[in-house]
């Protein structure tokens, strides 16, 4: 039997760094009322992945996004998740383990990618870019541009301030997620400014939670 081992170093963050592995999939799921998986699940479907291509998941957790997006891509894809949290990444393991899937978790942080230059064809950011303080956005979005290879699609989802907050949105907002949301332009501007000219918010929701699609030119 394969065991991992949550022994390694954290990796140094000026972003939020999330512990409680154990327990993280539990309380998204309450928070959601059930529907952890079906968030995911369409996080995964915007991406517009297709059979054989490469996926970074940012931010990965215990792999909710990226194993989805690992079993989309297939045995001749490749997936990869990075997290600053090493419980995150033991868990993201296992559960890929016990699956059967094949992919390079790693513990490591948004603003210094452990990647050459393009290296994916899609970048996930889903939960995770609110957390980080500003000019970690911008380095972040630099680092995102910098591995996705050209023509490659990044895709944000994550808290985008809505017209008025009201219900599971503010109950998302305030108990699972620290930081305040996005409003859509300022979050398109981060990106134009990495060198993302198309960015474009989805006309999909999810709760508090909205999406934005860019390509790499």
Known sequence: MKHFHTHVANAQTEG??????LFYDLVTNVLTFGQAKRLRNLTVELTLLRPGESILDLGCGTGGVTIPAKQRVGSEGRAAGIDPSPEMIAMAQQKAHRKGLDIDFQVGVIEALPFPNASFDVITASLMMHHLP??????????????LKPGGRLLIADMIRPKSFAGLGALLIILLHHGWPFDGEDLRRLLTGAGFPDA???????SAVGFMRATKV
């Open 16 to 21: 939020v760094l999330i512990r409680w592995a």
């Open 134 to 147: 500003e000019h970690l956005q911008v380095k972040g979005a630099a680092e995102i541009y910098r591995v």
């Open 200 to 206: 474009v918010r989805l006309d999909q929701r999810f």
